[in-house]
């Protein structure tokens, strides 16, 4: 009965997030479309961080990579929406299959430092190419480019129906994904990794290829900021965009399907809501890490699970 | 300026930021090695060091050296209470787990630095070095008449810098002292090797903590005092030393405080000299991607050894 009720979760979500459209008011719905793109990257980086047990602090050079693949692509060589998109996932899911080669030959704390480094070189390469990237300024897509066979993916409900179905996409194939043979099998590394090594698993091969399919899970959300928003800068690439993932996915519950939205919806809206009343909204956002630190250790969907609800995905 | 001049102006300013990074290198050194837990928020203790160091020589007033001696003695301690104020009140009570760790320093971070911005502003302020004489340095070199002593011109260094590198050597071999041959550094060490045996032989583990998280942040408010001279006071500072240190402990291998020490030297002192002769961004991109790439093929540091 369990894989109904969490199918039934699942679509459940997706449906109110489809009903949120009709009922929120603009700025909401521009907000929500905004939040659908990043739990795309906090997707990504929960198979690798929730699942597999992996810490990455260089996330943003994936994500990075998915936005300025597609940005370039399109400014310099002329390519529509859907070509530059995917070379915009290509580009990041290379940039991982790379990194992973040479970054998991570590582990533990070297493995964030050596992610983080690169991440940090990527991010100094952008800045040093500026002529074409324009550095920290970034540079913008031009709204008639932005054009998906006909539909303006300017527009607000364009915009948040791309949104919609690129999470949704993404949402389901990592919920089956996490639940297939190659899911567990990385659950089983984040437990104990000599035991899968002792199973017969190809422990090194899983890891990698953890790290490219959560690489290219943050390229779609990269390419999908630049696409609907037609920003690309390299600010993405810093280091806060590495650590942004980590504390949506710690936030939301690490290892849980729906955690990742609810991290990212939860510090959306904790930044929004405090900027507006203060503009001391960071520390708002830090007494809020250190709370949840001490009395929800799990995130929020995590002590759901632990309190209430034991079947949650 | 030849060569070999504006060579050895840059090592001295490679030294320089050797001294800095060396202490505050050490103090997440420390707390790594002991604690076993990644202190996000070091680089935020080292900030609050400079800005301290701003506030008490600006009460204090009268001749620089004054509010100097007063903020080097006040300061660390004063950083280093809040430092333990921090673990008795959150990291105790997540019991150091790691990945939780990271999150409430990450918090601990956001909350100094968002608080600085309230209290202090967003200005950069100076604080007067206590002395400040310019030395000129000598260059020997081969002429047409043989051996000879020059003072090229622009070949020089401050009185107070040499003091920067004097204090920090001294600083560290007070700590190996303390660390090695007393019975507080045994404590330490004893807390280090097995948290629950040390325990079981009346060694405080819970106190212990406190101190050395204390220590590690009171170390990195050190370095700031001695930098501020050189460097402003400024909310945002503490991003680099935070990325540099971390380098320097991991290079070095985790835990290992001669690692430590021969990092922050090699990697203060590389990058005064790539920065002179080479374009910033590229000697940066080159930097990261070495630092990187050591860990790579030798994860362990250069000092560390495998674990077993």
Known sequence: MTVSRTTALHFGTLLVLIALFFVLPAYHVGAFSRIMVLAIYAIGFNLLFGYTGLLSLGHAMFFAAGMYGFGLSM????????????????????????????????????FMIVTLMFA???????????????????????????????????????????????????????ARLVQSPFGKRLVAIRENEERARMLGYDVGRLKLAALVVSGLFSGVAGAAYAMLFGYVGASFAAVHYSIFPLLWVLLGGAGT?????????????????????TNAYMLVAGVALVLLTLFAPQGIAGTIRKRAVSWLP | MDFGPHLMLASIEGAVISA?????????????????????????????????????????????????????LIVPVLVGCIAAGVDQLILKRIDYDVDRTIVATIGVLYIVQQSTLMLYGPEARPVAPPFNTRLALPWFEFGADGFQMIWPWGLSVTTYKLFVI???????????????????????????????????????????????????AGLAALGAVLVVPIQQAHYLMGGDPLLLAFIVVIIGGLGSLPGTVIAAVLIGMSDGIISVFFSPTLAKIIATFLVAMV?????????GRVAA
């Open chain 1, 75 to 110: 400014n310099f060589g002329g390519l529509s929406v859907l070509p530059a998109f995917a070379v915009g996932v290509l580009a990041a899911g290379l940039l991982a299959l790379g990194v992973g080669l040479l970054a998991l030959r570590t582990i533990g704390v070297a």
């Open chain 2, 295 to 303: 860990l790579v093929f030798r994860p362990q540091g250069l000092m």
């Open chain 1, 120 to 174: 940090q070189t990527f991010y100094l390469v952008i800045l040093y190419f500026g002529e074409y990237t324009r550095g920290d300024e970034g540079f913008i897509i031009q709204q008639a480019q932005r054009n998906l066979a006909g539909i303006d993916l300017t527009t607000e409900t364009a915009r948040y129906f791309a949104a919609f179905t690129l999470f949704a996409i993404c949402f389901l194939a990592m």
């Open chain 2, 166 to 216: 004097i204090a920090a050597i001294s600083v560290l071999g007070m700590l190996w002292f303390v660390l090695t041959r007393t019975k507080i550094g045994l404590i330490m060490r004893a807390t280090q090797q097995d948290r629950e045996m040390a325990q079981a032989f009346g060694v405080p583990v819970n106190r212990v903590y406190s101190w050395v998280f204390g220590l590690g």
């Open chain 1, 257 to 277: 399907t729906i955690g990742p939205l609810i991290g990212v919806i939860f510090m959306f809206y904790l930044i929004d809501i405090s900027s507006s009343f």
């Open chain 2, 20 to 72: 800095i990074l060396v202490l505050t290198a050490m103090g997440l050194s420390i707390v790594f090695g002991v604690m076993r837990v990644v202190n996000v928020a070091h680089g935020e203790f080292f900030m609050l060091g400079a800005v301290f160091a701003w506030a008490v020589s600006t009460l204090i007033g009268g001749h620089a050296g004054f509010g100097f001696v007063a903020a080097l």
